[in-house]
T-cell receptor, first 114, second 112 residues
């Protein structure tokens, strides 16, 4: 069974700092991996989707990388801002015909201090 | 553009009462639809998913059920709520298997 881990569970950084969030998964035979942010009391907002054939995806100040062989993905946030404060979750998808599950991590709660 | 609507935002219901949560998607056709539950401090639990009208798959045996009466409508129901049904319920959709998953704003259900 696929297990997804996000360490640390919480992270606090000063504004302007670059930071990296980690996501690890146990089964490297993934189909894709998606990063989300969740603000308190809200749904999840999609940030980036990386297909298994890709190594990275970029959107604005965000860059997500994927290393399937080592079972890891990182989300890099450049020049962090207080508005980046949220919980960040990753989710992996296995290939078709293996079920319709997205396997979610429990998230990293990020606080950016002004 | 595609949007997802989920309502109500909050709901307080007594034990033993029925439940109906609705989710609709606009701007796409034949989406994959999902119901998740998120308990405080825990990950997301997949409850139901649907790949087409009338096609519902259940991931967790419980007193909840789901229906998809129209292509872009997904309903989560219960005949009698339990205290353990309290939680944050999220509807999600995706255009195809390799497309991003998009979530609604969720419903906070409190069973008293």
């Amino acid at each position: 069974k696929q297990e997804v881990t996000q360490i640390p569970a919480a992270l606090s950084v000063p504004e302007g700092e670059n930071l990296v969030l980690n996501c690890s998964f146990t089964d490297s035979a993934i189909y894709n991996l998606q990063w989300f942010r969740q603000d308190p009391g809200k749904g999840l907002t999609s940030l980036l989707l990386i297909q298994s054939s890709q190594r990275e995806q970029t959107s604005g100040r965000l860059n997500a990388s994927l290393d399937k062989s080592s079972g890891r993905s990182t989300l890099y946030i450049a020049a962090s801002q207080p508005g980046d404060s949220a919980t960040y979750l990753c989710a992996v998808r296995l290939p078709p015909n293996t079920g319709n599950q997205f396997y979610f991590g429990t998230g990293t709660s990020l606080t950016v201090i002004p | 553009s595609q949007t997802i609507h989920q309502w109500p935002a909050t709901l307080v219901q007594p034990v033993g009462s029925p439940l109906s949560l609705e989710c609709t998607v606009e701007g796409t056709s034949n989406p994959n639809l999902y119901w998740y539950r998120q308990a405080a401090g825990r990950g997301l639990q997949l409850l139901f998913y649907s790949v087409g009208i009338g096609q519902i798959s259940s991931e967790v045996p419980q007193n909840l059920s789901a229906s998809r009466p129209q292509d872009r409508q997904f309903i989560l129901s219960s005949k009698k709520l339990l205290l353990s049904d309290s939680g944050f319920y999220l509807c999600a959709w995706q255009a195809s298997y390799n497309s991003p998953l998009h979530f609604g704003n969720g419903t906070r259900l409190t069973v008293t």
